[in-house]
């Protein structure tokens, strides 16, 4: 996490003598974030100055607290008139109101200087945890960056209140009687020197009992899940050792942390409760030379109603959220300047000339050439090293762990990622339209989640096709894939479609559908057919397969797997590539999914040299190849959905999106 000292420092956060820095000093830091925060003020200039506008009307209720009681008392009450006494508190009252119509106003110039800071927090984070593989980017984002928006709001309030209040009140008591001010502002400046003498020290300290909190919340996050290793190795004394020297270096920093906040109260004292104790004592010489009662009062009052809770609020607020604020902006700020934009990678090229390329005659549907693919530059690769080549016709079907990477693949297949390293080729089948031509793509993605916008069967059927498609074609496409019953069930193909009122399994048999007419060369099928069940998956799988064309299927079944030519097992760098029988030989995670799923009547099962131990899933499901399904053709529908949209990762509500792009075609 950036800002934590060296492993070898002691928990002071200073380096021993002689030794060497690794990085940033604390000094340096604060004065970095120091900068930063100026630079940012001053860009906001015209907020910071509305800001100040709105608070003046504070400094004059606070200056109406003191004066207004005091003239109450000299020239009404005390001088036996008593509609001045009470014309001067009604003035005091006005101002109260008056005070709180600006502090409102003081709200929304806050929240114009506040948001665009943890805007800038968020997108700084987000680019770094990209950029770096920052495992702690979700802590920064979901946490920091909130404690650093709600501390800095709250640190602008009572900074500002601290400064209008103060001002209010010391031009109240000069206007009252110069002697109370020379009572009153010595020991209010002497506490609020002693505070911001405490400033710095408490925020190294604060920054070390983070550091040192965070060091045993690790050790005992990795420590718990292995209880039993460690039992078992013996290793329980070297581990308790461990923890101890991370507890005892937390206490330290929590003792040296309270030392320092004792400065607080002893600040506080001098500043807020000297004052009251001075007035007091000096009273008769005061009212011996000149003070009047009420200008006694009133003095009072300026610093019990106005100067004590204003510097509270600013010692407790600045002192503990202060810190803390400084703390995680360290934290959140790069320590070195972000690099420079790199240039967006190239585009997939047309040939491949590294090694693993596909044999000599006709090109391949696919070749991948050392594909490498990760979402960051120092993010370790989803796809590293990856070459395949998948000949023309091929049913190619992708396994794997969850994570694994099978969609990033399809996703580069699709051109939809640009590979970080090596190449995508994607030819047409030679005897299939060119793709330059309108309404032949020469691939097409359909993804897990849907998108059918509101229109007819007809629109939504033939969006891929520059021309409207025939309905004798449009109607054997449904029959193939079995989407004929909800066309009939709904009017045929001029019915009117409402995404609202379709199923999962309706959605993506139209979205499927709809990319069996686009005739494409390469279709992919990232689990398109997850809310189908078995028998309709089979179905569609195997018009696909004998419509023409190359068939890629992330199967979230094995009988998936069964059904297809080749199959791809995805497992980091141990990939295996092979059909069935080959990988039941020499895959042991393609043994491992197999052996997961039991085997149903209409399943394919393995020959019977290679058919593994059959296990059962942990929990008992309805569906015969292992997997719940959600909605078939014909099941009860879910009417809670979202649908693709755009982009692969973008989510929108269903609805009409007739205005919107679609996944597939190039």
Known sequence: MIGDPPADLPPGGEPPPGARRSGPTTSERHNSVHRRGLRFLRARRRVVGRLAAWSVL???????????????????????????????????AVAVVVGAYGTGRVYGAV?????????RL???????????????????????VEIARDTFAGLVMVSRSFVFTAAGALIGLFSLAPPLLLVVAPPLAAGVALFALTLRPLTRRQEAFLVADEELAAQLGAV?????????????????????????????????????????????AIGGQLPIVLLLA????????????????????????????ALQNLIHGLGTSGSRLAVVLRRLAPDTPAPTDAPAPAPCPDTTSAAGSAPPGPP?????????FAYGPASEPVIDGLDLAVPHGTHLAIVGPSGIGKSTLTALMAGLLAPTGGSVDIRPAPDLPAPDRPGHPVRVLIPQEAYVFTGTFAENLGQLRSAPVPDRELLAAAEALGLSPLLDRLGGPTAEVDPRALSSGERQLI????????????????EATCHLDAAAEERVERAFARRGGTLVVVAHRISSALRADRVLVMDGRRTAYGSHEELMERSPLYRDLVGAWSPSSGTPAAPAAHRPEWSHPALPLRDPDGVDAVAGAGLPRDRRHVVAYGPVG????????????TLGGQ
Do not use: K
């Not at 973008?650 to 792009?661: K, Y």
């Open 282 to 309: 000096t009273a008769p010489w005061l009212l011996t030379h000149g003070v009047t009662p009420g200008a006694l009062v009133g003095a009072l009052a300026y610093v019990t109603q106005s100067l004590l809770p």
């Open 224 to 268: 718990c899940p292995g209880l039993r290793d460690i039992t078992a190795a013996g290793a329980e004394d070297e581990v308790a050792a461990d923890a101890g020297t991370r507890i005892a270096a937390e206490q330290f920093a929590a003792r040296s942390l309270a030392r320092w906040g004792v400065l607080r109260v002893v600040a506080l």
């Open 364 to 372: 391949a549907a696919v070749t991948l050439s050392s594909l490498t």
């Open 650 to 661: 973008q989510m929108e509500a269903s609805g009409d999106l007739r205005d919107g792009g």
């Open 511 to 526: 979205a499927l559908t709809r990319a069996y007419l686009a005739r494409a060369s390469l279709a992919l099928l990232d």
């Open 122 to 144: 968020v997108r700084h984070v987000v680019e770094r945890g990209v950029r770096d593989a920052d495992r702690g980017a979700l802590s920064r984002l979901t946490q920091q």
């Open 111 to 119: 929240a114009a200087l506040v948001e665009p800071l943890r805007d």
């Open 58 to 92: 504070e400094t004059a209720q606070t200056f109406l607290t003191g004066y207004a009681l005091a003239r109450a008392l000299d020239a009404g009450f005390l001088a036996g008139r008593v509609n001045v006494g009470l014309g001067w508190l009604a003035a005091a």
